[in-house]
């Protein structure tokens, strides 16, 4: 099977839309033949939006932003190319309580942050509460609501504290 790029898709469908323009230019006079002419069409120039580009994963929202941070940070999962199903990434192992309600990770000893900085359990801990933090509004923070006392936290109904006991759920996922 092939797969198109999103970035491909996006290419054709302006290709489409300005052939459609110059079909309705040309029917009405406005364009003549000598427009469609090689030495004319040498370039073909796309206008693509001005964007602030993010890095910071906490509060990055544009899909070529996410390509680009997949690529520099690795979570506790990764994901195989070909199935998506879930791998281990910087979790050693991971158990699941029976009720499905408690997550336990057990981080590989030798991550490190690229400046030589180990990576730990609190490292992770840090990094959802300032996903979360109440002032930074992340735009994509509420995706840990599932973890208990997140929503409170997030929203400023409550502290840190209870959004620290990282692993426990609200109810049982799926994912």
Not at 30 to 58: C, G, M, R, W
Request: hydrophobic share 40%; glycine share 6%; charged share 20%.
């Amino acid at each position: 099977m092939t797969y198109i790029r999103k970035s491909h898709i996006k290419l054709l469908s302006t290709a489409a839309v300005l052939m459609l323009f110059q079909g309705h230019l040309f029917s009405k006079g406005i364009v003549t033949p000598a427009f469609f002419s090689p030495e004319l069409q040498k370039e073909f120039i796309i206008v693509d939006s001005v964007q602030n580009y993010d890095l910071n994963p906490h509060t990055a929202t544009y899909a070529s932003e996410a390509q680009l941070l997949t690529g520099l940070y690795e979570g506790l999962f990764s994901y195989d190319p070909k199935t998506l199903e879930p791998l281990s990434a910087i979790s050693e192992t991971h158990l699941v309580s029976e009720d499905k309600l408690v997550w336990t990770f057990s981080i590989r000893k030798e991550v490190k942050f690229s400046n030589g900085d180990p990576i730990t359990a609190d490292t992770i801990r840090n990094s959802w509460l300032s996903l979360l933090d109440p002032e930074k509004k992340a735009p994509y923070a509420s995706l840990l609501d599932c973890i208990a006392g997140a929503e409170a936290y997030r929203t400023g109904a409550a502290g840190p504290d209870g959004a620290g006991n990282i692993g426990g759920t609200r109810r049982p996922f799926s994912h």
